[in-house]
């Protein structure tokens, strides 16, 4: 009967799995580094063109040459037509027919069982599995949707297949203990801020940092000592933070009598871009101050010669890695891994027993235990042919004059770069990135990572074909001839003044800020007050005002200033910024 049921709706999705269409991503969010907005935290870093722009583009991209239109729309239409075999890459015969994951093995022989469920899910093993979503996935994802049953161990306490499959990843990423996470790296960014702060200390951390920093202070009540960014304003671009920054902030704390409880570093950032993490950890383990990593973008970091080494082993004390990102598991799914003794691991499964769901998603933690079988299967070569690729992508279009690809020189007290993000400017075409990436998307069908004001960034992994590359090729050296230039930026922001937030003091913590009753005031009568809202100007991306923190004359003219240049300004109740939301004293 089971079986039955399961070929007619397998049927019915294998029908389907054949294609995919090319959709556009949501236009809300607003993101630089991570800066982000609350619903929408990835990929944009500054505004998404408004509906105006997008339309405006619709409207230009009918007017372009119909037969170089039908060109691109009939590679477009290839792509749409795939089959799953030719975009499914396999893994080695030996984790398909001998030995399988741990917890993918558990899984599989919960589901192959007749098991007569009355537990949750109540889809029961897909049997009631809405049909709407079968037609698109099948049922099986809804067939090893399974709940904390027996034998498939428990997150929270794991001495089975979880335990196993977490001892293999720590194995193979060189963690002496590893967890996953079904929260993504915002929840490990969490447990590590709360593993190390108490309530009254203070974290290190760049100003640019993930919005996941900033509520992991709310959760653990610990205070910021902010480092402010490289940031290099031809590219509009915010970097890393160096081992001499670190050295200051903690010698300044020293001054106060005081002692950090961590040092947080996003390495690397958004744009690939490496910070020291090997100078930083010695330097604060001289201090007994651990280390953690936002590795959120790093997780395939070390798998190559030409890849940059991980924070791990260079001696990161805690390491967050986003495996849904460049690794392969499912969206959501993340790994904190620890290493060295100067994090109570014990202190950490309490955080994590606390911001975890109860109820997690078997696929989820499945989905890491697989992608960390498909990297140990051949954890030197994986990555050769996703570098090749980006290598010569990035070879062809430093050969277009009005392109530039983002390198290390334009961050030179950086280590490295990753070279499987690949940013490429714009602005010699007098495009916005914006504007470069509608045109990209809408003639070749191609889909970037994250735009920007002056450049877009392109996402390379295992799954990257000749195919896709040569599209983005083609896209990219034809930009030149097919482009409208349609709403400017104003260049740039700086004013050579510094940092508009230098000199900002904080009058309420970040979960004192967050606790406060609000209020809405004019941006006249918030001079003076305690900001409410977390607001950030794009470009640069990096927080000028962030809740707890006073409003100055300085930063309000700066933010009216932006604004006034057409510069979105996110996380602000009121985009308009008539009114701030403040803390009530
Ligand atoms: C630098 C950085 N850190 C952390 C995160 C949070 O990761 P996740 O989406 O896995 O929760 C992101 C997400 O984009 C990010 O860009």
């Known amino acids: 009967m089971v079986s039955a049921f399961l ?5 019915l999705s294998l029908g389907n799995k054949g294609s995919f269409r090319l959709c556009r991503r949501s236009e809300a969010g607003i993101s630089q580094d991570g800066i982000t907005d609350q619903q929408s935290p990835r990929r944009l870093i500054g505004w998404r063109p408004s509906q105006h722009l997008g339309r405006h583009l619709a409207k230009e991209t009918h007017t ?14 290839n792509c749409r037509s795939v ?10 015969s030996a984790v398909q027919q001998h030995k399988l994951p741990p917890l993918v093995s558990a899984l599989k022989a919960s589901a192959e069982e007749n098991a007569a469920s009355f537990h949750f899910p109540g889809h029961n ?20 949707d399974l709940p904390e049953l027996p034998e498939l161990d428990n997150l929270f306490a794991p001495e089975g297949p979880i335990l196993d499959a977490q001892k293999e990843a720590a194995k193979l990423f060189g963690a002496f203990e590893t967890w996953f996470l079904v929260g993504g790296s915002t929840c490990g960014i969490h447990a590590a801020v709360m593993a190390t702060c108490s309530p009254g200390e203070t974290l290190i951390l760049p100003r640019n940092c993930h919005i996941s920093a900033t509520s992991a202070m709310v959760l653990s009540g610990a205070l910021p000592k902010y480092i402010s960014p490289a940031y290099n304003f031809d590219w509009d671009i915010a970097g890393g933070i160096t081992p001499s920054q670190v050295e200051k902030a903690i ?15 996003t390495s690397p950032t958004y744009h690939g871009i490496c910070s020291d993490v090997g100078s930083i ?13 936002d590795e959120a973008h790093g997780a395939h970091l070390g798998f190559h010669p030409q890849l940059p080494r991980s924070a791990l082993h260079q001696g990161a004390d805690l390491a967050v ?3 849904h990102k460049v690794l392969c598991s499912l969206t959501q799914s993340s790994m904190l891994h620890v290493s060295g003794n100067l994090v109570d691991r014990e202190r950490i499964c309490r955080c994590l027993q606390n911001l975890q769901s109860t109820s997690p998603s078997y696929l989820l933690l499945a989905s890491l235990d697989a992608t960390r079988a ?12 996703a570098i090749e690729l980006a290598v010569e992508v990035k070879t062809r279009i430093n050969k277009i004059r009005e392109l530039s690809v983002l390198d290390l020189p334009s961050f030179s007290d950086f280590p490295a770069i990753d070279p499987l993000r690949i940013t490429i400017g714009v602005w010699q075409l007098g495009l916005s990135g914006f504007e470069a990436d509608e045109i990209l998307y809408r003639k070749y069908g191609v889909v970037s990572e994250l735009t920007g004001t002056r450049s877009i960034t392109f996402a390379f992994n295992l799954g990257t074909c000749r195919e896709h590359v040569d599209r983005l090729i083609s896209g990219l050296e034809h930009l030149p001839e097919t482009f409208l230039p349609i709403q400017r930026i104003e260049d740039r922001v700086d004013d050579g003044c510094g940092a508009p937030f230098d000199g900002i003091t904080m009058s309420l913590s970040p979960r004192d800020a967050f606790f406060a009753s609000k209020r809405k005031v004019s941006v006249k009568d918030s001079l003076g007050k305690t900001c409410g809202e977390l607001i950030c100007p794009y470009p640069p991306g990096i927080p000028l005002l962030i809740p707890g923190e006073v409003i100055t004359e300085r930063a309000m003219a700066y933010l009216l200033q932006v604004r006034s240049k057409g510069i979105v300004v996110s996380g602000a109740a009121d985009p308009s910024l008539s009114t701030i939301v403040v803390c009530k004293p």
């Open 64 to 77: 372009l040459d119909q037969g170089k239109k039908k060109a691109s729309m009939s590679l477009i239409e």
């Open 281 to 293: 950890s010695q330097l604060c383990h001289s201090h007994e101050i651990p280390v953690i990593v």
């Open 125 to 144: 093993r897909g049997r009631a599995a809405p049909s709407s979503l079968t037609q698109l996935i099948g049922v099986r994802p809804f067939l090893h």
């Open 83 to 92: 089959t799953k075999d030719d975009i499914v890459i396999p893994d080695s």
């Open 374 to 385: 498909q990297i140990s299967e051949n954890p030197k070569n994986i990555f050769n042919k």
């Open 7 to 11: 070929d007619v709706h397998l049927c």
């Open 251 to 265: 010698k300044e704390l020293e001054m106060e009598g005081q002692k950090a409880a961590a040092v947080f570093v």
């Open 321 to 323: 890695q986003s495996t």
